[in-house]
């Protein structure tokens, strides 16, 4: 690929002090462990350093969900491969036309999925950080899940707040997609700034033993 042509597409939100991702969830806390004033006269005159600290649970901002999210057998954010999080041929599938809340099986239609990250966009993510945002969110149905599934992708993405309806209990997109060993990006966003085909997706989270999510750096070459 030349460089001239070569886009990066960031698809991660920013994480912020005091930010919400999902209700109910505690915000992270972005402080000073030492900050440029407590190191001066500790180097070199001039010489200071910042060290930051993040205090957050493992669910914010964009994050990946691996399969031990669900099952307590399944591989955590270290042990996922990265042939599976990273340098993805990647699929958009334009839902913002969609009737209602769900994306059904039909939005997947015709769709070569095998080996490539889905990232459906639903332009949920321009209620970020508002009320709205977890208000009435679209949502992935069993159907289209198991057809997911069926044709192998290799990841699964959305830009809304829950890949499942939050109101269904069995969590079905959750738990056939995990127990599939395909992990979840939650929370994306500028998906509109992708093609339908011809990118390439990286999302690796940090390799963090015991972890089922974890905030990653989405992004895609164009």
Not at 86 to 102: E, M, Q, Y
Not at 143 to 163: C, F, K, P, T
């Amino acid at each position: 690929m030349e460089e001239a042509s070569r886009r990066i597409v960031d698809l991660s939100h920013t994480i912020e002090s005091g930010m919400i991702t999902y209700p109910g969830l505690p915000a992270p806390t972005v402080s000073d462990f030492w900050s440029r004033e407590s190191t001066r006269g500790k180097y070199a005159e001039g010489t200071t350093f910042q060290i930051g600290r993040v205090d957050m649970i493992a669910n914010t901002g964009t994050y990946l969900d691996a399969p031990f999210h669900r099952f307590a057998d399944g591989s955590d954010v270290a042990g996922l491969a990265l042939d599976r999080l990273v340098d993805l041929p990647g699929l958009t599938i334009d839902a913002t036309s969609r009737s209602g809340r769900a994306v059904d099986a039909a939005a997947f239609a015709g769709c070569s999925l095998a080996g490539r990250a889905v990232l459906v966009r639903t332009g949920w993510d321009v209620h970020w950080r508002t009320p709205g945002y977890a208000e009435g969110h679209p949502f992935l149905t069993r159907a289209a899940v198991e057809s997911l599934v069926r044709g192998h992708a290799a990841l699964v993405g959305i830009d809304s707040l829950n890949i499942d309806d939050a109101a269904d209990l069995s969590r079905p997109a959750h738990t056939l997609l995990l127990q599939a060993g395909i992990p979840i990006l939650e929370h994306l966003t500028r998906l509109s700034e992708l093609p339908a085909e011809g990118f390439r997706l990286h999302a690796a989270p940090a390799p963090v033993a015991g972890m089922g999510s974890f905030p990653v750096r989405a992004y895609a070459l164009v």
